[in-house]
C-alpha cells in the first residue's frame, strides 16, 4: 500500500521540475532581450512572481548560467546587484568552417563576438588538420582545463542530414562529405558539440543579435560562398524530413551553365553568389581574385565590371523573389559582402527583386541585408540548443 500514494506523487513532481526548469528559461531569455536586469525588474518583465523569480535565480547561480555584477551607474542609497548572463562562470564556443577560412569565437552566455576572443586560420585541405586547429585554438581561447565550456557550436556549409547524423555533402567543401565534426570534437573536448547547418545557425544569430528579433516568420538567404536557405516559421526553423531542407542554390536556372560543386549544371549558385561575382572578376582581370580582392576592385574600377555586376545581380534577384513567392515570410535577410553589403548595389538588387516578385508577397516582406555573422550564428545556435535541452520554450 506505500507505493500507491508515491506513484500518485510521481506526477506532481515531474510536473514542479518542468514548470521550475521553464521559469528558469524564461528569465533566461529575458536576460537575453534586455540585457543585465535587478531582481525587481526581472519580475516585472518576466512576469512571473518575486519569490519564483528569486527561486529560479538562486539555481542559475548555481549552475553558473547567470552572475551577479554591480550597476554601472550610481544611485542614492545602497544599490542592489545585478543579474546577468554568466560572462565568466561559463563559455561557449562557436566555431565557423567555411571554404577559405575558418574560426573560432569563446563568449559567454550573452552569445556577445568580440575579435580579441577569436582565432581565425585558413581551412586545412585535410580533416584531421582542421580537427587539430579547432581544438587548439579553442583550447586556447578557454584554457585548458576547460572547466568553463558549456558546448561548442559547429557551423558547416553542405548538405546536413539530421537523421544520419553526418554532412552527408559539401558542394564548396569535399573534405567534410560524410564527416560530423561536432561529433569528433566532442571526444576531444569533453563537451556537448552541436553540428549546424550554416543558413540555420545565420538565422539563429540573426535572431539573437539581429534585426530579426522577436520575429517568428522570416527566411535568410546566405549568398557568400554558396547558396543556402533558412526559414523560420511559427518561431522554429524549417529542416524537412532529414534536415536538408532549403538548398535553394542547386536549382538549375541554366542548363548549359557552368558546372556547380554538386555536379550539375547552371545551379542559380553558380550565378548568384558572391563566389560566382569573384569568379567572373577573375575571368575578366585574368588572375585569382578572392572575396576581398573582388571588393577593392568593384570599389577601384566599377564602370569595368558592370556586366559582372548586372549578371549576378539579376540571379541574386531571382532568388530572393522565389524566396519571397514561396514562403511568404515577413522579412528577408541576405547575408553576402559584394551586393547585400554594399548599399548602393543592394538598392540595384531590390529594384530588381521588384519586377520579379508577386505584388502582394512583396507588400508583406521587408528586404534587409543581414546584422549578424556566422560567428554570433555558431555562437548562437549552441546557445538555442542548451537551452532547449533545457526546458522547452512558451513561445
Avoid at 549552475?63 to 554568466?86: C, S, W, Y
Avoid at 549576378?312 to 513567392?325: D, G, Q, R, S
Wanted: glycine letters at 10%; one cysteine or more.
Amino acid at each position: 500500500m506505500a507505493k500507491i500514494p508515491e506513484a500518485a506523487e510521481r506526477p506532481e513532481r515531474i510536473e514542479s521540475g518542468l514548470l521550475r526548469r521553464i521559469n528558469e528559461r524564461r528569465l533566461f531569455e529575458t536576460l537575453q532581450q534586455h540585457g543585465p536586469a535587478s531582481r525587481a525588474s526581472l519580475t516585472r518583465l518576466s512576469g512571473l512572481t518575486a519569490p519564483t523569480v528569486s527561486k529560479a535565480i538562486e539555481s542559475l547561480l548555481s549552475r553558473g548560467f547567470v552572475e551577479e555584477t554591480d550597476p554601472t551607474e550610481q544611485t542614492i542609497g545602497r544599490p542592489g546587484k545585478l543579474i546577468r548572463l554568466a560572462t565568466e562562470s561559463a563559455v561557449v564556443l562557436g566555431v565557423v568552417i567555411d571554404v577559405e577560412n575558418c574560426s573560432v569565437t569563446a563568449t559567454g552566455l550573452d552569445g556577445r563576438v568580440a575579435e580579441p576572443h577569436t582565432s581565425r586560420f585558413a581551412t586545412p585541405t585535410d580533416y584531421l588538420d582542421l580537427l587539430d586547429a579547432i581544438e587548439a585554438s579553442g583550447r586556447a581561447l578557454v584554457g585548458e582545463s576547460l572547466d568553463r565550456l558549456q558546448g561548442v557550436g559547429v557551423s558547416v556549409p553542405g548538405l546536413v542530414n539530421d537523421r544520419l547524423g553526418e554532412i552527408v555533402f559539401s558542394p564548396n567543401l569535399h573534405l567534410l562529405d560524410k564527416r560530423n565534426p561536432a561529433r569528433d570534437l566532442a571526444d576531444r573536448l569533453g563537451c556537448e558539440c552541436l553540428l549546424l547547418q550554416e543558413s540555420y545557425a545565420l538565422c539563429l544569430g540573426e535572431r539573437l543579435h539581429g534585426a530579426a528579433r522577436a520575429l517568428d516568420d522570416f527566411a535568410l538567404l546566405d549568398v557568400e560562398a554558396g547558396l543556402g536557405l533558412g526559414v523560420m516559421s511559427g518561431g522554429r526553423l524549417l529542416a524537412g524530413h532529414s534536415g536538408m531542407a532549403g538548398e535553394l542554390g542547386h536549382i538549375t536556372v541554366a542548363p548549359d551553365g557552368m558546372r556547380c560543386g554538386c555536379g550539375n549544371r547552371g545551379c542559380l549558385e553558380t550565378l548568384a553568389t558572391d563566389a560566382a561575382l569573384a569568379r567572373m572578376l577573375a575571368e575578366a582581370v585574368g588572375q585569382p581574385v578572392d572575396l576581398a580582392a573582388a571588393a577593392t576592385l568593384l570599389t577601384e574600377r566599377p564602370a569595368d565590371f558592370q556586366h559582372e555586376i548586372r549578371t549576378v545581380t539579376e540571379h541574386l534577384a531571382i532568388a530572393i523573389a522565389a524566396v519571397i513567392n514561396i514562403f511568404n515570410p515577413t522579412a528577408l535577410f541576405v547575408h553576402g559582402r559584394l551586393l547585400a553589403g554594399h548599399p548602393e548595389r543592394f538598392e540595384r538588387v531590390l529594384d530588381r527583386v521588384k519586377q520579379r516578385t508577386l505584388t502582394a508577397s512583396l507588400a508583406d516582406c521587408a528586404i534587409h541585408a543581414t546584422r549578424s555573422s556566422k560567428r554570433q550564428g555558431a555562437v548562437a545556435g549552441i546557445i538555442h540548443h542548451l537551452t532547449n535541452a533545457w526546458a522547452p520554450s512558451l513561445g
